[in-house]
């Protein structure tokens, strides 16, 4: 049974998967991308990174491997039903099946365009499901990343995102640099949120092209001055509704409405440069010791002169670090003598 919606059963659809870091503009080159009758676009399913990555390591912890023939072990679980090739198929089918109904909600759509964060961590597991999958991997200033990635934290994104500047960097660094093992391939296209702010059109045009869809450079104009990014936020949630390229249905668009409102504080200046009046001489250090090298890498610092800090100020600083990491390995150690002492 061919699962795809389409009237030509040899049909597939282009897919691209859009990645980035969290708070890159991803969501935002997203809707200027869905606006085009041939691409259609939903919210985060998180199928990859979220469902298909437990199915796979559940198989890997239950697959079996001829060295564990001769130990005690009840196998059980789907190897005791289906081969390795057949557990691939499935997840295939399984790709498809999500990608069908997502392609019926824009019936004008040729390409399917599923735009994840989290998805610049699994792209091996992506190109195992879909052999001719497409990368747009939307790279910003990590510091620009870590200081709204901050500010998510004292809002919406509490309950994910990190709220110090550290942790922050980190996760600005895995994320660019698990997508980037992509950048030798001909699959892949590699876009600045800077080039987006900046000259929207031609990087919007070039995104077109490398999905396959025609789009004059008149039409780029045209949809990047609907979704300009610095008045998103302003714009009221009926004005959004209207515009909105984002297609919902299942469950949610059942109990709630065609499209939920994204929470106050989604949608902010999307300014480039903003660390510079929020960051102090320990923020500048901190990221600069966890994700600075990435930052001369990707060429937005020639070297680390930006952090603007002496050579004796920054031993300080590594000195308090170091002190008080051992102040809180020594609480924690107390904290477990207390535990198991059953004590507070």
């Known amino acids: 049974m061919n699962i795809l919606i389409v009237d030509d059963p040899d049909y597939e659809p282009t897919r691209v998967f859009l990645i980035g870091a969290p708070r890159s503009g991803t969501t935002w080159l997203q809707r200027m991308l869905g606006a085009h009758e041939a691409i259609v676009t939903g919210q985060e399913t998180d199928f990859f990174d979220g469902y298909l990555k437990h199915w796979v390591a559940l198989w890997n912890k239950q697959f079996p491997h001829e060295e564990e023939r001769t130990q005690f072990r009840r196998f059980k679980g789907l190897p005791s039903i289906i081969t390795q090739t057949e557990f691939s198929q499935l997840l295939k089918i399984a790709v498809d099946f999500v990608h069908a109904r997502l392609l019926a909600l824009k019936p004008t759509a040729r390409v399917i365009l599923e735009k994840n964060p989290g ?5 091996e597991l992506i190109e195992q499901c879909v052999p001719d999958a497409k990368f747009i991997h939307v790279v910003r200033d990590g510091r620009d990343v870590a200081t709204s990635l901050v500010a998510a934290s004292k809002g919406w994104g509490k309950f994910w995102a990190p709220r110090e500047v550290e942790k922050a960097a980190a996760v600005w660094r895995r994320y660019a640099d698990a997508a ?79 499209y939920p ?48 800090i002496d050579g004796r100020r920054r031993m300080v600083l590594a000195a308090q670090e170091a002190f008080w990491g051992r102040v809180t390995k020594a609480r924690r150690r107390i904290g477990h003598v207390l535990s198991a002492l059953g004590v507070g």
Not at 119 to 123: A, G, K, P, Q, R
Not at 275 to 302: C, I, P, S
Request: aromatic share 14%; with cysteine.
């Open 119 to 123: 998805y610049s961590l699994c792209t």
């Open 180 to 258: 980037r093992r992509l950048v030798t391939s001909d699959q892949y296209l590699e876009v600045r949120y800077e080039d987006i702010s900046t000259d929207g059109p031609r990087v919007l045009a070039q995104c077109f092209d490398f999905c396959g869809v025609p789009c004059t450079y008149e039409d780029c104009v045209k949809i990047v001055a609907a979704y300009r990014f610095d008045s998103v936020a302003k714009t009221s949630i009926g004005e959004r509704v209207a515009n909105e390229s984002i297609m919902w249905g299942g469950e949610v668009a059942r109990r709630f409405g065609a």
């Open 261 to 308: 409102p994204e929470p106050p504080g989604f949608f902010r200046a999307g300014a480039s440069g903003g660390w510079r009046a929020d960051w102090g001489e320990h923020d500048r250090w901190t990221f600069n010791k966890v994700a600075g090298e990435l930052l001369m890498q990707l060429g937005y610092e020639k070297n680390d002169a930006w952090v603007n």
